[in-house]
């Protein structure tokens, strides 16, 4: 970001060393390390959060675009039942016809028979 080349870096520090002292140049050091490093933790911090704003934008566009992809692709290709015809919906069924239709009907067990081991499929 800025380019302090060495013989720039050591004219800063004569520079310190003759205006603040030898003495008081340690505090004087850390205290301006301190303030760098609060700067850098704002510096991450503010770039995170646009960085994470930038991401939510990108994945809200993607989302957009997968659902009208996938609406394109509904109407073009309707649900297809297992006989291989376009899906209709089911009539409803008549709670008053099921109870009369069970009524009338025996009850039955159902049963599976098993095929004999060499034998032919039914």
């Not at 380019?3 to 603040?20: G, M, R, S, Y």
């Not at 991450?44 to 646009?50: D, K, P, S």
């Not at 649900?79 to 015809?85: E, K, Q, S």
């Not at 008053?96 to 039955?108: I, L, S």
Request: proline share 12%; no cysteine; hydrophobic share 45%.
């Amino acid at each position: 970001m800025f380019d302090v080349a060495p013989t720039e870096l050591l004219l800063v520090v004569v520079v310190a060393l003759v205006v603040i002292g030898p003495k008081d140049l340690p505090k004087a050091m850390r205290f301006v390390g301190k303030w760098m490093g609060k700067a850098r933790g704002m510096a991450r911090h503010f770039r995170a959060g646009l960085d994470t704003m930038m991401r939510e934008a990108e994945l809200e566009e993607l989302e957009k675009q997968w659902r009208a992809q996938n609406e394109a692709i509904m109407r073009e290709f309707p649900r297809i039942d297992g006989d291989g015809l376009p899906a209709s919906p089911a009539p409803a069924p008549d709670p008053a016809g099921e109870a009369a239709d069970a009524a009338e009907a025996p009850e039955t067990p159902e049963t599976h028979t098993v095929p004999p081991k060499d034998g032919p499929l039914p």
